[in-house]
């Protein structure tokens, strides 16, 4: 018996599930104080609630003073606590079937005074979600600042502006979601152009422009495409995605994992009450993306804790798919893993060298032979003045070498190469890392290659 269930374990992970799909819903859900808000929140939040449970990850934005009924008939795994309600918090949350990492909210730099933003700490939340096995997709979700005068355009502006160097900073080698309440339309002139900007800053596609319209943009200046609110019973699903609604799903594709189709969907039926009126002021959109993962670049599942600064290499060292073969590894370490430097050669016989993390500790360096690969990462993470850290690194070669680092602890954990077969057939290895340092590694991840 015992033999069965391991033959069993082996055949399922040599069998990596290398593609797949997720669902994901956006959703201004009116939720401010009954006499500010422009729906009916104590009726409608709780009819809300229950009808989450089909998106796998879910924004909602003026989630402010019913947040308590928003989650009660809700059975997400993973759900950000809210930040408050209207005056303190963002109304931003995020609900998930998928575990996530490095959560942050942050406020809007600039916001103008009418439409009350300037009242409540608006702005976006940045989240990594583990979606499946080598699946990590970094999450965006927003409400920028409402209305159409002048400087409501200048503050939206401003607002994507400071996603975009958000976005710069953190997601360099990431796929990406950003889905929110942009109050924008490509129609309205200045929105316009503050949507092409950040689609164009950061490579990524707008669903609803993909999907529905050919890939053909509204004209900035163009009539709005306004619609129907509520839409008339027996409105079709074409009907409703015809016009532009300000909830937006923008996506980007990384080397390591790619959405082969976003897809774009008004859940109008989906979120209405039993007379057919519609439960919050703003109709909710979903998304179907459908990913396929790389055969020559893989994420590892990182270690460690969400401080100091992010490193991916993705750029750097693998840009155009080019996996570079590596030829040496140093690592420092003492009490913890101070810092991660390795040497790589592509093809053309260009040599480069990465390295994170600070200068303490004392450096071991394993050279690797010709064609000898990575094959097993094995790292430990504990508490250091409390934060936490990555404090034991391990590398293990299919020579059987090891090279390792810092001081184990009792919360360890271990990535081993693919098992799917990797580009041209070729063996997978190391070939570079993701993750957060300072003075040290904060955090630490494998990214798995097939040098070319
Ligand atoms: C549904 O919502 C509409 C609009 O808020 C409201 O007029 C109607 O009474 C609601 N229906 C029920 C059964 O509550
Ligand atoms: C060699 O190849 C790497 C990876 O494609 C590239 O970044 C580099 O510029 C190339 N060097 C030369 C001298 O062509
Ligand atoms: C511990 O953290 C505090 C606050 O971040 C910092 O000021 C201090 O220098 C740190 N101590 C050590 C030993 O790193």
Known sequence: MALVILASLL??????????????????????????????????TPLISPKLKPYNVIHVQEDFNFHAALYASDTHAFRTPTSGGAAIGSGLNTLSDFPYIDFERTKWNDCNLNEGDCLTPKGFTFMRVRVADGVWVDFYNLHTDAGSEAGDITARASNFAQVSSYIQKWSPGMPVVVMGDTNSRYT????????????????????WVTNVR??????????????????????TQAQMVACEVVDKVLTRSSPAITFQKTTFTNENNAFVNSTGAPLSDHYPVSS???????????????????????FNDIPAVLSGNAVPQT?????????????ISYAVKYPNGTTSTVTHGG???MPSTLTLNSGERVTQVQACSGKFNDSTRVFFLSLLTDQGRTLQAGKTTSDCSTAMV?????????????????????????????IWGVAS
């Open 188 to 207: 309205r002139a200045g929105d316009s152009e503050s949507l092409h900007t950040i689609l164009n800053m950061n490579g990524l596609s707008d669903a």
């Open 359 to 361: 200068t303490g500790g």
């Open 327 to 339: 030829t040496t590894i140093t690592l420092r370490g003492g009490n913890r893993l101070d810092a």
């Open 214 to 235: 050919g890939g053909s943009f509204p004209a900035s200046g163009a009539a709005a495409l306004v619609c129907d609110f509520p839409f008339a019973a027996g409105t």
């Open 418 to 446: 693919p098992t799917d077969a990797g580009a041209g057939g070729a063996q997978w290895g190391l070939a570079a890392f993701w993750g957060r340092q300072g003075d040290e590694i904060d955090r630490v991840g494998a």
């Open 11 to 44: 055949l399922s992970a040599s069998a990596a599930q290398t593609q797949g799909s997720f669902n994901l819903l956006s959703y201004n859900v009116a939720g401010l104080p009954e006499l500010l808000s422009s729906g009916n929140p104590a009726v409608n």
């Open 288 to 310: 179907v993306i459908t990913w396929s993962l790389s055969s020559s670049i893989r994420l590892a599942d990182p270690v460690g804790g969400p401080h100091g600064s992010p």
